[in-house]
């Protein structure tokens, strides 16, 4: 029987774990104590994690594709291997090379001291991280953090969004083989309330900017700090100087991963207004060669009926108020039973129109034409400042405006989405898009404590300058201006 049969299947009583909200109170206990009395663990031990992980995850990546696709309705295999197994994977090697010289102590310039005093600081792991997921990436938003905070010392529980409980079960069995549970593990079915509502030592919460607020109240009851993924509309511009076909070819690939469930999707689109109906043609011959048929096992079903819902709603909404959608396939726009949307690109669209309100999470596709790059770059910045922004141009005085006059989380220039899967950059939102980042070095350092160690030479020069205050003070003063310690 395979890992995914086995998860699916009731445990026997003996075998049954205690209820989620008991195991949560005792698995957090437990890493608390850890924590405090093994507060350390070595580069060996944390290498060795980061392995162990590794080689679960290439193990057991058709069970984990399969537990996916289960829970969304249909997901291609292809999609989560690449898009989540590889990305986690890739992250572990990468990670794991370069730990020891994370670790190392950092020398600091000494001041105010003197006669050999010495400055260092020292990553100290946190303790215990809390980790809240989505279902869009189940699971590369649950253990791409992990990977972050198991580099930096910490140990990790990780809830699963309640979309994707097929997959948690999977991976709680998974990970509970693999791992002592006071350094990893996963708690199905545990609620976010249940969940948060505990002094962690640091918390990530990936999700929208609504639930970002709740959890980030109920962290300040702990002072608790947090990291928060939270999305937004992520704006897309072609420039003039932009081949309209190759633009179409690299984003519409980017938005239509997943059925535009993901949180760094283009959201609405700039394009010079005389090359629209040059990039409608383009996009309608990218999606049928690449989705010839609404059916098709390739194309990701939208997650569930509230959310399918939602997206029909939001294309009914802006056609009543006069916009003109597009369907990119030769057939059907929707079909209910398989819970698919035809990948859509919506011209003619307003303000007040749903589309261009919320984030759309889904293949949905709003066109602004535009003339004047200015306009495009006041439009941005008059709304909230996104997790992405992603420019078509080859002009380097272009790209430097856009660059220079805008604000945003993270930013691709000539492609989509591909800037989150670099481990050497961080990755994270600003202001409404969120706080905080991780992947590479930058996740390493948000996991840990950066602890300043200061250690006194053999004299303290402070005692020169110790009460009865008079002349030997002052000319230590004098001195120190002087020398601009």
């Not at 309209?244 to 700039?270: H, M, S, W």
């Amino acid at each position: 029987m395979s890992n995914l049969a086995e998860a699916q299947q009731p445990e026997n009583t003996s075998q049954q774990r205690a209820p989620s909200s008991e195991r949560i109170d005792d698995v957090f206990a437990r890493q608390k104590a850890a924590s405090r009395t093994h507060a350390y663990p070595t580069a060996a031990e944390r290498i060795a994690h980061l392995d162990t992980l590794a080689n679960l995850l290439e193990t057991h990546q058709d069970a984990i594709a399969e537990a996916i696709s289960a829970d969304f309705g249909n997901r291609a295999a292809q999609e989560s291997k690449v898009l989540e197994i590889f990305g986690l994977l890739s992250g572990c090697h990468y990670t794991k090379k370069r730990i020891k010289r994370w670790m190392k102590p950092q020398k600091r310039h000494v001041g105010l001291a003197f006669f050999g005093a010495k400055n260092r600081v020292i990553p100290q792991p946190k303790g215990v991280v809390g980790i809240v997921t989505p279902w869009n990436y189940p699971l590369f938003l649950a253990l791409s953090p992990a990977i972050s905070a198991l580099a930096a010392g910490n140990r990790c529980i990780i809830k699963m969004a309640a979309n994707s409980q097929t997959l948690a079960r999977l991976m709680d069995k998974l990970i509970s083989e693999a791992f002592d549970d006071t350094v990893l593990a996963v708690i199905p079915g545990v609620s976010a309330q249940t969940f948060t509502d505990r002094p962690w030592d640091h918390l990530i919460f990936t999700g929208s900017p609504s639930t970002g607020k709740t959890v980030m109240e109920t962290a300040a009851k702990y002072l608790t700090p947090v990291t928060l993924e939270l999305g937004g509309k992520s704006p897309t511009i072609i420039a003039e100087d932009y081949d309209i076909k190759t633009a179409a070819e690299r984003l519409l690939f980017g938005k239509f991963l997943n059925a535009g469930q993901t949180c760094v999707a283009p959201d609405y689109l700039f394009v010079p207004e005389q090359k629209v109906p040059d990039f409608i043609e383009a996009a309608k011959a990218i999606v049928k060669a690449r989705y010839p048929r609404l059916d098709t096992p390739d194309y990701t079903s939208v997650i569930d009926e509230k959310a399918y819902q939602r997206l029909t709603q939001t294309l009914d909404d802006a056609t009543t108020k006069g916009a003109n959608a597009v369907n990119l396939l030769d057939e059907a726009a929707r079909d209910d039973s398989l819970r698919k949307i035809a990948p859509h690109l919506v011209c003619d669209v307003k303000p007040d129109m749903m589309i261009m309100r919320d984030e759309i999470f889904g293949p949905l596709l709003p066109i602004k034409p535009y003339r004047d790059l200015d306009e495009v770059i006041q439009y941005i910045n008059e709304n909230e400042r996104p997790l992405a922004l992603y420019l078509y141009s080859n002009n380097k005085a272009t790209q430097d405006k856009v660059i220079y006059n805008t604000l945003s989380g993270g930013m691709c220039i000539n492609d989509s989405v591909v800037h989150v899967a670099q481990h050497d950059m961080p990755f994270g939102g600003v202001g409404n898009s969120g706080m905080g980042h991780y992947h590479g070095h930058e996740g390493f350092v948000e996991f840990s404590k950066m602890r300043p160690i200061f250690q006194q030479g053999p004299m303290s020069g402070l005692l020169m300058m110790a009460p009865p205050y008079g002349k030997t003070f002052d000319t230590m003063y004098k001195a120190m201006l002087k020398l601009k310690l």
